[in-house]
């Protein structure tokens, strides 16, 4: 399967735990995007990288939020200090630079349960 | 990027075509109108998208209305596994923008049996 690939699937975790997830994009996309999905909403734009450049960041990317793409490839979220409202689906998006780059494919996204 | 405005729900029998309208009355000349769709507990996924001609592919049709105002996905036979909330998006084309989508709440479609 060459999709868009994120791990884990679930992640459950205590308040205040860290946890990370990774994003596996589709091969030579050069665009990788974060996402955060609540229940009964539509996804949320949370950050962009062109490569390995993060180049665009949303204000709902607090402090306690860091994403890195550090060869240009895969990519990981790291919460810190988990707090209950972190609870959403994560989803990682990827799509190439040049005349398709605006269609996105998702990945199947990483669900978080803060306790 | 403009904002869309669509209905929360609707429902369609199976083997039917599903008409999914968008409001857009705010468009700029340079934005695109997409369509993703999202099934439940799975990342969006991308449909289709049009400036101003009416496009159609092997999953849908756009019908985007003259002034492109307004645009209609159409589903021609929808099936049960059509159920999913769909996603309208206008937005600038090109690699000059980071590409961000900007999703609303959708309109949720029940496929009937």
């Known amino acids: 399967d060459t999709g868009v690939s994120q791990d884990p699937r679930h992640k459950i975790t205590k308040r205040g735990q860290n946890v990370t997830f990774r994003c596996d994009p589709i091969?030579?996309?050069?665009?990788l995007y974060w996402y955060r999905q609540t229940l009964g909403q539509g996804p949320e734009f949370l950050t962009y990288?062109?490569?390995?450049?993060?180049?665009?960041k949303s204000r709902l990317l607090s402090d306690r939020f860091s994403a890195e793409r550090p060869k240009g490839s895969f990519s990981t979220l790291e919460i810190q200090r988990t707090e209950q409202g972190d609870s959403a689906m994560y989803l990682c998006?990827?799509?190439?630079?040049?005349?398709?780059?605006?269609?996105?494919?998702f990945g199947p996204g990483t669900r978080l349960t803060v306790l | 990027d403009a904002k869309t405005t669509q209905p929360p729900s609707m429902d369609c029998a199976e083997g039917r075509a599903a008409n999914l309208p968008c409001n857009h009355s705010?468009?700029?000349?340079?934005?695109?109108v997409y369509w993703y769709r999202q099934i439940h507990s799975q990342g969006p996924q991308y449909i289709i998208h049009?400036?101003?001609n009416n496009e159609t592919n092997e999953m849908a049709s756009l019908i985007i209305t003259e002034d492109r105002k307004s645009s209609t996905l159409i589903l021609p036979h929808a099936t049960l596994r059509d159920t999913a909330v769909y996603y309208c998006?206008?937005?600038?084309?090109?690699?000059?923008?980071?590409?961000?989508?900007?999703f609303g709440q959708g309109t949720t479609l029940q496929v009937k049996p």
């Open positions: 990288f062109q490569n390995e450049a993060q180049l665009e």
């Open positions: 998006i206008v937005r600038v084309h090109g690699s000059s923008n980071t590409g961000k989508l900007i």
């Open positions: 705010t468009i700029s000349g340079n934005e695109y």
């Open positions: 049009g400036l101003k």
């Open positions: 998006a990827s799509s190439p630079l040049g005349a398709s780059a605006d269609t996105q494919y």
């Open positions: 091969s030579e996309h050069n665009r």
